[in-house]
């Protein structure tokens, strides 16, 4: 699919896979807007983008971790006038201990789960009206750390586990994938979700501390470089071999089966409900 004059949202867009990704679609023509938690970041990557020849981005601020901000974001992004073509869900934190949002939710739920939800579906009428339209969420092999969302304790509110916060959220990105698909199966729009592999970016470094500093020198030899970890979201928002798959999970820009856990359309259901309940949205489709 050429990229040239197609309209590509991007979020977490100046840091790790997310800078990656956006200097790659940039450079094949794409006209990005990028959803940035710090907008001076934002002006920096899109004045880098410019410089080298790419179309200028707009820089819309959005902080994942507030439902207002992610409303206002998306009010944004609709008056811009123009037609979304591919929304990339690519933000994500990951908290060394129990944090909540100023809407109360545990932050990493909220932040990797129910942001990208109330985004997509506040921008999904206008996604509607492109055929070939694509939705990318960048969810993880992490989903492997659990074995169910705890719908118990969704918001470890009886125990934080950094590792099983984490494993939850991208389950849910990945039960979410499936669910909207099953809804857009009528529509000419496509979700898939993806695993960038073990990449060495900034996650976790938003906790402070030594060892926050420290364990990503430890661990950095046995990962993925962000450019290595970039390549299946770029595949999935560009590649024409996809155009007309949806509700699949991808790695190594190949479609693989999730854990079994990933596949429980019940779990699916029941978190779509917990969520629009919880961000207030109900989806149009």
Known sequence: MTLQDKHVLITGPTAGIGRTTALALAAQ???????????????????????????????????MASLASVRQAAQECLELGRPVDVLLNNAGIVNTSRRTTVDGF??????????????????????????GARIVNVASAAHAFVRGMGFDDLHAEHGYKTFREYGRSKLANIL???????????????????????????????NGGVMSRIVPLLIKPFFRTPEQGAQTSIYLCTSDAVAGTSGEYFANCKPVRPKPWARDEEAAQQLWRITEESVGFQYPV
């Open 29 to 63: 023509g794409a006209s990005l807007t990028l959803l940035c938690r710090n907008p001076d970041k934002g002006a920096a990557l899109a004045d880098e983008i410019t410089a080298a020849g790419g179309v200028a981005p707009t820089v819309v601020m959005l902080d």
């Open 106 to 131: 545990e932050e990493t739920l909220a932040v990797n789960h129910f942001a990208p939800f109330l985004l997509t579906g506040l921008l999904l009428p206008t996604m509607l009206e492109v055929p």
């Open 176 to 206: 979410f994938t499936r669910s909207l698909a099953q809804r857009l199966a009528a529509y000419p729009v496509t979700v898939n979700s993806l695993h960038p592999g073990a990449v060495s970016t900034s996650l976790g470094t938003q």
